[in-house]
């Protein structure tokens, strides 16, 4: 799922979506949702393989060197959602003079970094 916003997430895993938001003036679409979807899956699944090595007793090095590539899959994918909200979400909110999704992204970036 990409949330654009918390009120409503973004269910359909098409690859180009279209969605009104319920506290914005405009539609906007989702060119990447298929694309994330994949990425969080294979996230997933790498993570569950980290849960073996430890349930396994494998080495701690191993252990976590295993974790930060989850760590970077995850980073990556952030970026995935970042760059298609900037490009469609901004853009269409900058259109219709809907600033307050320009503070709810802030308030996302902050999130995320923290």
């Known amino acids: 799922m990409i949330h654009c916003h918390e009120a409503k997430p973004c269910d359909d895993i098409s ?10 003036n405009h539609s906007h ?3 990447q949702s298929k694309a ?3 990425r969080l899956s294979r996230a997933i699944g790498h993570l569950e393989s980290v849960k073996r090595m430890v349930e396994d007793e494998r080495d ?28 469609h979400c901004i853009s269409d909110a900058v259109e219709t003079g809907d ?4 503070e709810e992204l802030n308030t996302a970036i902050d999130k995320y970094i923290n």
């Open 15 to 24: 690859e180009h979506e279209e969605h009104e938001h319920p506290h914005h």
């Open 29 to 31: 679409s989702h060119t």
């Open 36 to 38: 994330v979807i994949n």
């Open 60 to 87: 701690c090095t191993d252990v976590l060197i295993q974790l930060a590539a989850v760590r970077s899959a995850l980073s990556s994918t952030a970026r995935v959602i970042l760059k298609d909200h900037l490009e």
């Open 99 to 102: 600033d307050t999704f320009i």
